[in-house]
């Protein structure tokens, strides 16, 4: 795994205690937390533009983002026009959303896969590759 990569993460309340152990885990790379900071409870929208707009500027190779369900994370990313947020609860769907769609956001969901899961599927995401191809023409379709 190419160790220059720039990660952007962050997540709400019920995303917390991951975030805290993913970034231990990802010490060796380049990366910013933009929390919460707390187990406190907060609203998923105030971490999730922040990490996408750093991870649309360019300014971040990729970004995590942990909530509950992970689907409140991925819908407030998804808005972002350069954003390609997916929802991973197994390793094979962070592969395919890095090979087929080019995700450039994993979004993890806490409450319903292990810290070990969570960190599989974090490698797998970082790892892969896009494949390109047929997969860039509908990629390049998804934007409004």
């Known amino acids: 795994m190419n160790k220059d990569l720039k990660i952007a993460i962050g997540g709400d309340h019920?995303?917390?205690s991951y975030k805290q152990a993913l970034l231990?885990?990802?010490k060796d790379f380049e990366i910013k937390d933009f929390g919460t900071?707390?187990?406190e409870s907060t609203d998923y929208p105030d971490f999730a533009h922040p990490v996408a707009?750093?991870?649309e500027s360019g300014e971040y190779n990729f970004g995590i983002l942990?909530?509950?369900s992970a689907n409140g994370v991925a819908i407030t990313a998804?808005?972002?026009q350069g954003i390609r947020a997916a929802i991973c609860w197994l390793e094979e769907l962070a592969s395919l959303a890095r090979r087929h769609n080019n995700a450039n956001i994993v979004c993890i969901p806490e409450r319903f896969i292990s810290l070990d899961d969570?960190?599989?599927i974090v490698d797998t995401f970082?790892?892969?590759e896009f494949e390109g191809g047929r997969h860039a023409n509908r990629v390049n379709k998804i934007s409004c």
Do not use: D, M, R, W
């Open 14 to 16: 019920a995303g917390f």
């Open 118 to 120: 969570a960190k599989k």
């Open 78 to 80: 998804n808005k972002h």
């Open 66 to 68: 942990i909530c509950g």
């Open 37 to 39: 900071y707390s187990p």
């Open 53 to 55: 707009s750093a991870v």
């Open 24 to 26: 231990e885990y990802l």
């Open 126 to 128: 970082l790892s892969t």
